[in-house]
């Protein structure tokens, strides 16, 4: 049945019964709803789009307003019912929405800016629910606005819809259509012409992707591009005064840093080193000494301050001790958080003495960037990647303090995944190999260079490196609080994978017959499980049965995230690690075995995915004769079995009890606690094969001191995993021995690999 016959409405006033029945819900029913007296709706089963529930009541006219199907789909994305009626309202705004193209220029608001862009699609943002689903609009980005979408799509979930990279995806309430016929609020005009270039404003340009700054003169539109004329602090020859034009798309209105430079006190020349800030630049990491004690941050912004003959620098500081969110008198020199601001002469600042010679007593020095190209350049002239740790390596070169990678400054979310991944296995190595582009190369670079390769040489990598790169996504427009706030992993690794690098996704999941793709998978239950002391096997077993998935192909590193209620609260006190996950069942195609005879299965049942009779996990998949003995049975012949989706070539497999099954195997464990990550990884093939690293797990002096990372061996891991379930239900935390009791119990990432599709991708 399609739309046209279903009545839409929504709920403006309370209904007398049934209860539960909110201000904003949004339902239907086939045919007319009105009596003959048009006083009352009649009592028909009526679904309720935005609660889940078939209701029968009486409604009276004066408690619903009718909507039209595209009414309906458009409030239906907003997040709340409160929202829904609140734009019910706004008749004209749905109006407009409702009258966007696909091709439309566009304002969109997201992550609180507003942006410029171009409508690039229209619709539900995962499979259409009947008889309709939630409208959303995809914005392609535009101009200066391309790069700085943060959800560039619907990372988040699993049910995501292709989306485009440079997009982003919010409801019609976030959307404007340029011209004077759909007018923003007057707040977020406002707003808007803030971002827009003046003249006199202050701007950063690029010249052959150098970049430079200078002053807004005037902006000309020439031969339909949009051209800004620019008065030069200091033009290609050193001359200052001059004047540029430089097309609209490559400038950026304030004192943007220019790239990040490296830190070389140790080795400055005599005259440097008796003035320690001329070797300071934009991005230094820098200390100050005030009254109060040692301050430290970044260099934002480097130059002349009105009525001051010295050199002045805008610092970003790790703390909230600064003066403002990066203007001084009124004037904007740079945008960070509040109270994070400090504008002082250069000849104050340091550089931070935390990542500085008083630590040189506890490891050997990294060599120079241009030194550790020479060592690792091949003879074909291109860059090679050193080897992961083996377990004959792990002892020598990762265990101790001052090994793995130093945390700085809420780092432990990076630290801990980047130690992960790449320590001990080259599962996600193919990051490093691709391709580079002009945006994704210095953070390739970074990762190679400065992390991964120092990290499996010389096993420690130097707390400034991860600053370094958290700069650069940041710079890059990832998150404008990559420097100092504590993130997830999977938020770290997909900016990463999908956003900087286009790693083609990890995941690729079928739902109803269509494709999905995503780099992490989280683990979700339905509240009738009876799970208490769960393998991540079960987890995962159940998490596709309730959401109805299978995975369209294995895939060569799999990144599960632990079921929780927020970062703080677990939904079990203990997860046994599998240390292998059996994927087979969880494929879409392929032959599997009947679970009870062995012969090729050719039917699987999901309503007997829960019975005891057959075992506590697994896909309850069966043979033709088997299926029909089993639902014989009384109590399933209600039970709907489906068919699988056999290969041909594999109908008539003579010898099925020999088939090969599809497996994964464990090489890491991200766990938190108190919002601390740590990892624990397994490097080889015994059980008693895995260690444990903390990037923060001692430190050295106080505010002006440094972290002081460490990598344990953790044999005891591998007593606990080989106890049975019911002897690991008695073990007390805070008795387990070693760092154990982290592992069983703050669970927050898994990551898995096959060992032979990595080979491939």
């Not at 706004?90 to 409508?119: C, F, P």
């Not at 390596?393 to 980047?418: F, P, T, W």
């Not at 260690?691 to 061996?713: C, L, Q, T, W």
């Amino acid at each position: 049945m399609t739309s046209e016959v279903c009545q839409y409405f929504i709920v403006i006033k309370k209904p007398a019964s049934p209860a539960g029945i909110n201000l904003g819900y949004i339902g239907y029913s086939y045919g007319n709803l009105k009596s003959g007296y048009q006083s009352h709706y009649k009592k028909h089963s009526v679904f309720f789009l935005t609660s889940s529930k078939h209701i029968s009541c009486d409604l009276d006219v004066g408690t619903v307003k009718d909507l039209s199907a595209q009414e309906a789909s458009l409030l239906l994305a907003l997040p709340d019912d409160g929202e829904r009626l609140k734009w019910f309202k706004e008749k004209k705004a749905l109006q407009n929405a409702g009258a966007l193209t696909v091709g439309a220029s566009v304002t969109v608001k997201e992550d609180g800016r507003l942006l410029r862009g171009i409508i690039c699609s229209i619709g539900p943002k995962d499979s259409p629910k009947y008889p309709i689903s939630a409208t959303y609009f995809g914005v392609e980005l535009q101009g200066t606005d391309q790069g700085k979408a943060t959800n560039d799509g619907w990372l988040s979930t699993m049910r995501n819809f292709s989306s485009k990279r440079n997009c982003v995806y919010v409801p019609f309430s976030e959307v404007w259509a340029v011209g004077p016929e759909s007018p923003l609020p007057s707040e977020l005009e406002q707003q808007l012409e803030s971002d827009e270039l003046n003249p006199g404003d202050r701007v950063t340009y690029f010249v052959n992707d150098e970049c430079r700054h200078g002053m807004v003169v005037d902006v000309l539109e020439e031969a339909g591009q949009h051209i800004v004329k620019i008065s030069t602090d200091m033009d290609e020859f050193g001359n200052r005064g001059g004047e540029v034009r430089v097309p609209l798309d490559r400038v950026a209105k304030g004192e943007v840093p220019a790239e990040p430079q490296r830190i070389e006190v140790d080795t400055a020349p005599e005259d440097m080193a008796a003035a320690p800030h001329e070797s300071l630049v934009v991005n230094s990491l820098v200390e100050v000494t005030v009254a109060t004690g040692n301050l430290h941050g970044i260099i934002r912004w480097m130059g002349k301050l009105p009525d001051r003959k010295e050199i002045f620098v805008g610092l970003e500081l790790e703390e909230d001790n600064g003066t403002s969110d990066g203007t001084f008198k009124q004037v904007r020199y740079f945008t960070c958080p509040n109270k994070r601001a400090l504008f002082i002469k250069l000849s104050s600042c340091h550089p931070d003495s935390r990542f500085q010679s008083s630590s040189s007593n506890f490891r050997e020095k990294i060599p120079k960037l241009e030194d550790r190209e020479d060592d690792m350049a091949s003879s074909s002239g291109k860059l090679d990647i050193a080897v992961p740790v083996s377990t004959e390596q792990v002892d020598e070169l990762l265990i101790g303090r001052m090994k793995g990678i130093q945390g700085h400054c809420n780092s432990c979310y990076m630290d801990a995944a980047l130690f992960s991944l790449f320590s001990c296995s080259p599962v996600l190595d193919p990051l490093l190999f691709k391709e580079p582009t002009p945006k994704n190369a210095s953070v390739q670079r970074m990762l190679l260079h400065d992390i991964v390769n120092p990290l499996r040489s010389k096993g420690f990598v130097e707390g400034c490196h991860i600053m370094r790169l958290r700069q650069q996504l940041q710079k890059l427009g990832c998150s404008h609080s990559f420097t100092f706030d504590e993130k997830d992993p999977e938020e770290f690794l997909i900016v990463i994978m999908q956003q900087i690098l286009a790693l083609d996704p990890l995941l690729k999941l079928s739902v109803g017959g269509k494709m999905q793709e995503s780099y992490c998978y989280q683990i979700f239950l339905d509240q009738n499980h009876s799970l208490v002391l769960p393998t991540v096997q079960q987890l995962l077993e159940h998490s596709f049965h309730t959401a109805e998935l299978k995975l369209a192909e294995v895939p060569s590193c799999l990144i599960l995230q632990m079921p929780r209620f927020g970062k703080k609260f677990k939904m079990f006190d203990k997860i046994i690690p599998s240390l292998e996950l059996d994927i087979t069942d969880l494929i879409t195609e392929g032959p599997q075995q009947c679970i009870l005879c062995g012969d090729l299965a050719l039917e699987e049942c999901t309503d007997c995915f829960k019975d005891s009779l057959f075992g506590p996990t697994g896909f309850k998949v069966f043979c033709r004769d088997c299926s029909t003995k089993v639902h014989s049975h009384p109590l399933r012949k209600s039970h709907k079995p489906a068919r699988l989706d056999i290969p041909i070539e594999y109908r008539n497999h003579k010898n099925p009890r020999g088939l090969t099954r599809d497996k994964l195997q464990l090489f890491a464990v991200l766990c938190i606690e108190t919002s601390h990550y740590v990892s624990f990884v397994k490097h080889g093939p015994n059980s008693s094969d895995w260690i444990f690293f903390d990037s923060m797990a001692d430190r050295h002096g106080e505010s002006d001191g440094y972290n002081i990372p460490e990598v344990k061996a953790c044999p005891e891991v591998g007593t606990y995993l080989e106890m049975s379930p019911a002897e690991l239900a008695t073990q007390v935390p805070r008795d387990m021995k070693g760092e154990a009791k982290r592992l069983f119990c703050d669970a927050y990432m898994y990551l898995y690999q096959s060992t032979s599709m990595c080979l491939y991708r």
